[in-house]
């Protein structure tokens, strides 16, 4: 999967500024280090930067900028991450908007041409390339990415996803990747795949969970139980530990029946399984593991399947 490096937000935006008559004016960033430019200045005003600042204090080079503003509380026991609702000290703040690109003494440049870098120094925002795991329908399209300008190419290995995320121990610790002040949690779960990770979205609480977790049949290789066994567990402390909005694998194998899945092949799935699964499966999954102690087996449940395949040695799983 890919991912883009900069994002300007719309998603989460959910205030519109209407008529006011203020002038715009520099304000300085919550840790109180950086100016930035704020065209439109109300009480309560918020911003961070993630990127650096010049000489006399404005913001300058690529980042990203958000803006938060105060917010009446009210808790709706909605999904809305914890640290979002308690940012701020004794009140709560919600984020207005987010927007990357490159600044200069404080204030964006102007303009689809900022995206290209104009001056020697000057970095564009970038693409990262990096996979759930290494099976072939993953990876079929790389080449197209391989060696194109302003791209981080993660091959599909243990080795290079752990050196790109900053993993100290494969798999044991988890890593991130900075998608300019958007952090993405990087969580090695071999089993399916020697190179298998999800992904965790600390901004909408979405975790990718590849072909390791998906409504489906989840493959395994008799051999690679006790590894897939240890990551499930993992998992299940990961999301035990944080806020999950949707667990978001990479097929759908399965229909919105209860243990009936479509055979392998099928184009047409017309009563097919939402692709988002929950926490509680991460939960289940896990739980699976644990009842097959030495055992290893397949194992149906209501919404995937766990398939442990007997070695094949001539041939090669590319699922
Ligand atoms: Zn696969």
């Avoid at 952090?183 to 795949?193: A, E, L, S």
């Avoid at 020697?194 to 998906?214: E, P, Q």
Wanted: net charge neutral.
């Amino acid at each position: 999967m890919s991912t883009l490096r900069l994002f300007v937000y719309s998603g989460l935006l959910a205030i519109l500024i209407t008529g006011t008559a203020f002038a715009g004016g520099y304000q300085r960033t919550e840790d109180g280090t950086t100016r930035v430019w704020n065209e439109n200045p109300k009480a309560g005003d918020l911003v961070t930067w993630s990127g650096a600042r010049d000489a006399k204090g404005y913001a300058t080079g690529l980042g990203t900028v958000t803006w938060f503003t105060p917010q009446n509380e009210v808790e709706t026991g909605s999904g809305v991450a914890a640290w979002l609702r308690h940012i701020g000290r004794q009140q709560h703040y919600i984020v207005t908007s987010r927007e990357s690109g490159i600044m200069v003494q404080g204030k964006f440049e102007h303009g689809p041409a900022n995206a290209e870098p104009k001056k020697k120094g000057r970095t564009a925002p970038g693409l990262v390339v990096i996979h759930s795991h290494g099976h072939g329908d993953h990876t079929a399209g790389d080449k197209q990415f391989r060696d194109m300008p302003n791209v981080q190419f993660v091959a599909a290995t243990p080795a290079a996803v752990q050196k790109a995320a900053g993993i100290s121990r494969w798999p044991d610790d988890s890593g991130t990747i900075d998608l300019g002040g958007r952090m993405i949690d990087v969580i090695p779960i071999p089993g399916h795949n020697d190179s298998s990770i999800a992904l965790y979205d600390r901004v909408t609480g979405n975790l990718l969970t590849g072909d390791s977790l998906y409504p489906g049949r989840l493959g395994v290789s008799l051999t690679d139980v006790p590894t897939f066994a240890a990551s499930a567990a993992r998992l299940a402390e990961f999301a035990r530990t944080h806020e999950v909005a949707h667990v978001l694998g990479t097929h759908i194998e399965q229909s919105r029946t209860p243990f009936l899945d479509y055979p392998r092949g099928t184009v047409y799935q017309p009563n097919e399984h939402a692709l988002e699964l929950t926490r509680a499966h991460v939960i289940e999954l896990n739980d699976a593991f644990l009842r097959m102690k030495d055992k290893p087996m397949t194992v149906a449940l209501p919404e995937f399947t766990i398939v442990v395949r007997s070695p094949q040695p001539t041939k090669k799983s590319s699922n």
